[in-house]
């Protein structure tokens, strides 16, 4: 079935620092593919999505492109700022379930 | 905007006592979905629901039930709860039967069994 593995954290960076949070996915066809974000005490927020190859999705500065060749979907912020801080998750569908399927998160730690 | 509201955000049980979770959207979704997060581990699907009465297994159902008597509401339930369903229970919906929309998540419960 569908999987996806990202990066093991935690990622500890300084204010201002470029982040890249890596992703992979095993899958059958080419579904949409996500990123949720988690702060502390919360629940997952929908970060960003690629419908398609070659997508780029993008929300508060964060970027992902939907690469089929090395079926990746990389996370990248040019300049974190401490409110960044929190988990985030590369998810994509459940193979035959509406439910999706989420890869383990990378804890982003941003020092000030 | 989708709203997901969990009931508890903190509950602390005996092991033993029969827990409800409960979870209700007020966006019509059809689709409802419980999951557990621990540490290293992401989330994992326990059930889910396409539809009122509607209920299916995830991937970790064991020592869990749910209830979707109302299209807005999904309840999770643990018989007897144990020591090792200390966990974070998030729950989720979305709309549609493609399989690709995205999922809107409760600010979840904190569950400690003792």
């Known amino acids: 079935g569908n999987s996806v593995t990202q990066m093991e954290g935690p990622v500890t960076l300084s204010e201002e620092a470029f982040l890249t949070i890596n992703c992979t996915y095993t899958?059958?066809?080419?579904?949409?593919l996500f990123w949720y974000v988690q702060y502390p005490g919360e629940g997952l927020q929908l970060l960003l999505k690629a419908t398609k190859a070659d997508d780029k999705g993008s929300n508060k500065g964060f970027e992902a492109t939907y690469r089929k060749e090395t079926t990746s979907f990389h996370l990248e912020k040019g300049s974190v700022q401490v409110s960044d801080s929190a988990v985030y998750f590369c998810a994509l569908p459940d193979t035959g379930r509406r439910a999706l399927t989420f890869g383990s998160g990378t804890r982003l730690q941003v020092q000030p | 905007d989708v709203k997901v509201t969990q009931s508890s955000r903190y509950l602390v049980k005996r092991t033993g006592e029969k827990v409800f979770l409960e979870c209700v959207q007020d966006m019509d979704h059809e689709n409802m979905f419980w999951y557990r997060q621990d540490p290293g581990l992401g989330l994992r699907l326990i059930y889910f629901s396409y539809d009122v009465k509607m209920k299916e297994k995830g991937d970790i159902p064991e020592g869990y039930s749910v209830s979707r008597e109302k299209k807005e509401r999904f309840s999770l339930i643990l018989e007897s709860a144990s020591t090792n369903q200390t966990s974070m229970y998030l729950c989720?919906?979305?709309?549609?039967?493609?399989?690709?929309?995205?999922?809107?998540f409760g600010n979840g419960t904190r569950l400690t069994v003792t």
């Open positions: 989720a919906s979305n709309p549609g039967v493609a399989g690709n929309s995205p999922l809107h």
């Open positions: 899958a059958t066809g080419y579904p949409s």
